[in-house]
């Protein structure tokens, strides 16, 4: 109750920021949406959920289409007994500009990212360490509290059927997630491949407003009709966090992957098996909980290999509705430049689906652990490593990674209408090794920072516990709107207050698709 009360607060003094930020996004939409409304033709964008009547314009055998999005977010956040309030908001405007003619295609895409209103002062004195995620784009952005810029997002040319299969081959700039080579055809184990397996390790980074590509070469082919390889090789380009996201940066990433669903009459399954090697040249950025001075004279590269397995299985019970169960592992090993690498990390999550009309309920709750360092002066590297991921799909309220983590979690989900979706998660987040520190970030996105901070732990696991909303609403088959709301009670690793201090992040988003 303490949680909420407090979360109450925090939204009463930073009402007057949200709408600020949020007439900024009004004045944009009202510049840009008269611009691409006479090419309207599609809608749903929360690519969790079908897009209903998506029908992008066509002119011949060309295809037009493209997306608005803007957020107002507003932050009450914490470090020691360092408290700052503040809000920013943000758009995006995406492009696409693709043609089909036989079995050659090509697509260009552009994207087109403004930032409003960064705070420039939520730093902890002394430590630099950011108070939420304004700071972050502030410092990703050369230190502007407005950013904008224009990139190529996705620019490929595309091969189907080289082998007279059902195969794809794209070659050039493409964006790239693991965990979505085949979506199953059961829609409950197609939202839990997409929202519980997919980005863990190498994600589009779309939430962040700007996104992330490869530059190399992806190759996907359905073996029939429940098997699919696929291999990816490429370069991560910059963005994210930098509006600015035409550059390569020197991190690579070797992806390959076999996924099969197993339909039967009464169940439904799906198992992949994943490799990921990664490589970063960027030298003396690393971050680990090293001394500073000891991490930043390792200038060796880092080459880690990550090797896992996930399974998803949705099956009905008699008179009690579904249930359905996850499980993900990996592996990995490498060189953590001049440590040897030795981390690992697992999931597993169990949910019910009961036959209750209406509102259609499903409840889950799940257990996650990655590995952390337990001894930053000897030869091995045991923090598990988030590569490339996407922020907040799994860390809803995003104060921390899947690295050193343990994250217990509870969901319910609602669906009272078509179009409407409700969301409540409950979690309790400890550090696993007390040796290690809580990592925050999205990796790398530019060749001046490593792509996550370290910060301190205070000698504590327990980092905090947090309840969160959203409510997802999809107006028309164009228009698409969220509101989210989490609220955190801090743990001994962020205050060394006994009764814990209280945080909040808010954010309405809507979204435009054509």
Sequence with gaps: ???????????????????????????????????????????????????????????????????????????????????????????????????????????????????????????????????????????????????????????????????????????????????????????????LTHERIAQRLIGDSEWTGISRSFDGVHFSEELGRNTNLTFAAGRAASGVWQADGMGELDVDILYGAYTREFPTPHTDSQLRVFG???????????????????????????????????????????????????????????????????????????????????????????????????????????TFFQPLPTMQLYARLPFYTLQNIEDYSGQAIFNPTRKLLLRAEIHKVKLHSVKDGWYQGSGAFQDTSFGYYLLPNNGHRGLGNYLDFNADYQVNPHVWLRYYIGALSGKGAETSLPSGRKAGFTYLEFAYRF
Excluded at 21 to 28: I, N, T
Excluded at 92 to 115: D, H, R, T
Aim: proline residues 6%; hydrophobic residues 40%.
């Design 276 to 382: 990921l090697g990664y490589h970063d040249g960027r030298g003396a950025l690393k971050v680990d909980n090293r001394a500073p001075s000891v991490a930043q004279a390792d200038r060796s590269n880092i080459r880690i290999g990550t090797f896992g397995v996930n399974y998803a299985l949705v099956t009905p019970l008699p008179y009690i509705g579904k249930w359905d169960l996850v499980v993900w592992g990996a592996q990995q090993i490498g060189h953590w430049g001049s440590l040897r690498q030795r981390a690992n990390s697992a999931l597993f999550e169990l949910g019910w689906r009961p036959p209750v009309p209406w509102i259609h309920p499903w409840l889950r709750a799940g257990a996650l652990y990655a590995s952390g360092d337990g001894n930053p002066n000897d030869d091995r590297h045991q």
């Design 1 to 191: 109750m303490g949680v909420l009360i407090e979360t109450s607060k925090f939204l009463c003094r930073a009402g007057r920021g949200i709408a600020s930020a949020a007439r900024v996004l009004l004045v944009a939409a009202s510049v840009v949406l008269p611009c691409v409304s006479a090419y309207s033709q599609q809608a749903h964008v929360d690519s969790a959920q079908p897009a209903d009547g998506f029908k992008p314009l066509q002119i011949g055998s060309l295809t037009i289409s493209g997306e608005l999005r803007g957020r107002g977010q507003g932050w009450n956040w914490f470090l020691g007994d360092t408290r700052t309030r503040y809000a920013f908001g943000s758009t995006v405007l995406n492009l696409g500009l693709s043609q089909q003619l036989g079995k050659i295609g090509w697509k260009l895409e552009f994207s087109q990212p403004a930032l409003y209103n960064l705070p420039g002062d939520a730093f902890q004195p002394g430590t630099g360490l950011p108070l939420g995620l304004g700071p972050i784009y502030f410092a990703a952005n050369s230190n502007q509290r407005n950013a904008a810029g224009i990139f190529l997002k996705q620019g490929y040319l595309s091969i189907q059927g080289i082998d007279r299969n059902h195969s794809l081959l794209r070659i050039g700039r493409f964006a790239f997630s693991e965990g979505r080579e085949k979506t199953p055809r059961e829609k409950d184990l197609a939202w």
